[in-house]
């Protein structure tokens, strides 16, 4: 029988479900895997609050264990001025005599922790089943299902009605729940209303949840099948309405089902476990990331000043901020004096749409559409090949049809024959001049490039990864390019650039781009650290030459066999992608050129001086910013708890409907990133550090910032990231309570 629903309202309810699927973070489908943050939706919260949550209803840690930060400490890879400051902040007037002694006793310690449970996890806590993944696995089969995207061809029959009805149709008459030992399940699936959120109502009203426990509660059941809930999350995100919700029916559903075995179960009853959050555990990951911005810090304050002598810039070369650009940007200026890199976001300030694919953060939206004059007809057959091979009932003809073909294929790509280039099809668009001129404009200015001192060859140079048989290859792109390759983007900037009409209409402007400059695109290969040049028909074969040779010695000096990993098709770390990464900065080149930074900062070119107005500075931290922020985090969550937002082991991956990733032959969708993306099979590749952020500006122009963008200001004030305000030698980081000198010695 029912029990009374013990909450004092429907609008209670309905407040906490649309507060429960908030929570839940939007997971990008392979095609352009896009790096989120994996706690979006919970930075409203401090970041010590989040991760109390997360263990109570997500059932794991936001933290390292114990024992990783124990051997920091015995390898003394914590500052103890570090250590002192973190226990300072946190423990206020109680702060420990000998705090570094104090931080390895606590480290020894363990406490519990109370965990909401489903009735699937009470059931398999008190009774030792194995309902949780029956769920799970029930639901992703009806999900894999209903998202398809044209792999299968026996398509799940009511795909044209929403998921929750097309599940309430289809799980009416699937008997497995009930073979499986859940009575009456169809019965149950057909009494429910066809409204999704009617039928929440209802399940909540038979588990008896109480109003205290509701919101969480409700997170707890999409935290069950967190990958669902963020491809839902995305889907709503791309316009579909109340996926999350209507997921959230159907996860309901299975448990109000198991309570006729659950004798005894109280939604508020929780789980006794120890505790993945604990204030030892925070207070050396603080220590952790004040070692690391410290020593950043007195880098940063005293690098040693620039020994060129070159007053004439032979090339500037603008690249994507991504920390795989940092080690190339130190190789490419080091060919020759008067070499000049700049970085900037790999979009290049151009959002476009190309192919149907947004070519920009995920922040924006495209403003302009880019098309390449490639023939149809090619992209048509490729797409009707495809078809073929999937099909259910052609694949096999198509395998014995091709397969002399697929076997001359393969060989040629084991013997690295091929080249696997981005397509050099002439781009056209339809940009009107006014908005062309606007664009270059806007890019020279954000770039801080000044017009009257450019060289004569400026390379705008995007970026991607070459890699074969990698579901997750989206995943080594451009984050500032939404998932893709830069090279479009680089070019179409170029061609801008180029546009004599534009030019000339700049001039008319006083923005005097010099008749002798060229600009050229290429795109940076992470993979093998080569650099392809795009569209060079106006260097001269002397220029086209000089600037060749700079790249590929570049290029020689950082070669690490990626050439190899790169088409090899059983390589599961063809490279590491943006792991190590901690810092972004945003300053004068000047301020790092003659420093290593070992692959681990953003670097984003800023001149101050020439920012009058603060919209850069504002572009910087509204912008690039958040997005290496979401970079960050994912590769932080991925770390700390790979099992619920990582990805798991590489080898075992399985498609889903080619969108999204299993590990093994079923259960939930996964999210993150691999493990051998981060971990070498003996350590971490990837310290979980958060994003350190230091800005070349005054404490006021930031706070200037902060004060009008309150979603940035989130970020710092719950400690998702720290920010630095750099003034000379003087830094300061902005915390709370305001702003706090740093010691840079």
Known sequence: MPVELLVTSKETITNAIQTACKRVPPLWPLQNFVAVNPFLGLTGRTFADA????????????????????????????????????????????????????????????????????????????KSTSWAIFITDEISKWCSSYFDRALSYWTMPGREATLYQAWKQAASIDRNP???????FRTLVRALPDNEEAAIHELLALLGTREEELEDFLHRQLMSIFGWSAWCAFRE????????????????????????????????????????????????QLAAEG?????????????????????????????????????????????????????????????????????????????????????????????????????????????????????????????GLTKKEAATQPLQWQIGLETRVQLVADALRNMSLDPAQLASIVLICGHGSSTENNPYGSSLDCGACGGHKG?????????????????????????????ETVFVAGMHITTTNQVVLYDTERLTPAQLQELQGWLQKASASLDDGGTQRSRDWSEVRPEWGLAGNAAFIAAPRS????????????????????????????????????????????????????????????????V??????????????????????????????????????????????????????????????????????????????????????????
């Open 237 to 284: 995100r791309e316009g579909a309405e109340n996926l999350t919700r209507q997921l959230l029916a159907i996860r309901l559903a299975y448990d109000a089902a198991l309570l006729t075995l659950a004798e005894g179960f109280d939604a508020g009853h929780g789980e006794t476990a120890p505790a993945t959050f604990t204030t030892a555990k925070y207070l050396a």
């Open 178 to 184: 009930e073979v499986f030992g859940l009575p009456d």
């Open 291 to 415: 070692t690391f911005r410290a020593n950043l810090a007195s880098k940063l304050a005293h690098a040693p000043a620039s020994t060129s002598k070159a007053t004439r810039k032979r090339l500037q070369a603008v690249f994507c901020i991504d920390v795989r650009s940092e080690a190339y940007r130190r190789a490419l200026e080091a060919q020759a004096p008067g070499i000049e890199t700049i970085g900037f976001a790999g979009f290049f300030g151009m959002a476009i749409d190309f192919q149907d694919s947004a070519r920009c953060p995920v922040l924006l939206a495209p403003r302009f559409t880019v098309n390449s004059t490639g023939t149809p007809a090619s992209k048509w057959l490729s797409k009707a090949w495809g078809q073929l091979r999937n099909s259910a009932s052609a694949c096999f003809p198509a395998v014995e049809t091709g397969g002399l073909w697929y076997g001359v294929s393969i060989a040629k790509r084991l013997l």
């Open 51 to 126: 991760a109390r949550l997360i263990d109570r209803v997500g059932h794991g840690p936001m933290l390292m264990p114990a024992g990783y930060y124990a051997e920091k400490c015995s390898q003394q890879a914590l500052r103890p001025d570090q250590i002192a400051i973190a226990c300072q902040d946190y423990t206020s007037s109680n702060a420990p005599a000998d705090p570094e002694e104090w931080l390895k006793a606590e480290l020894a310690r363990s406490s519990d922790t109370t965990r909401l449970l489903t009735v699937a996890d009470w059931l398999d806590h008190t």
């Open 487 to 515: 090279d479009v983007n680089a070019r179409f900037a170029a061609a801008l650039m180029n546009d004599p009409e534009v030019r000339a209409e700049l001039q008319r402007r006083d923005i005097c781009i010099p008749a």
């Open 591 to 654: 301020r790092t050129r003659n420093l290593e930074l070992g692959g681990r900062a953003f670097l984003h070119d800023y001149d101050p001086a020439a920012d009058h107005d603060n919209s850069v500075l504002t572009l910087i931290l509204t912008a690039p910013v958040v997005v290496a922020s979401w970079i960050n985090l994912q590769y932080f969550g991925s770390t700390v708890n790979n099992e619920l937002f990582g990805s798991g082991n590489k080898v075992l991956h399985n």
């Open 656 to 745: 889903v409907g080619t969108f999204g990733i299993w590990e093994g032959n079923a259960g939930d969708l996964r999210t993150g990133l691999p493990l051998q993306s981060l971990h070498d099979g003996t350590n971490w590749v990837h310290e979980p550090l958060r994003l350190q952020v230091f800005v070349e500006a005054t404490r006021d122009r930031i706070d200037a910032v902060l004060e009008a963008h309150p979603q940035v200001r989130e970020l710092v004030e719950n400690e998702w990231i720290s920010l630095i305000s750099m003034e000379g030698d003087v830094f300061h980081e902005r915390k709370r309570s305001g702003w706090r000198w740093l010691p840079t010695a």
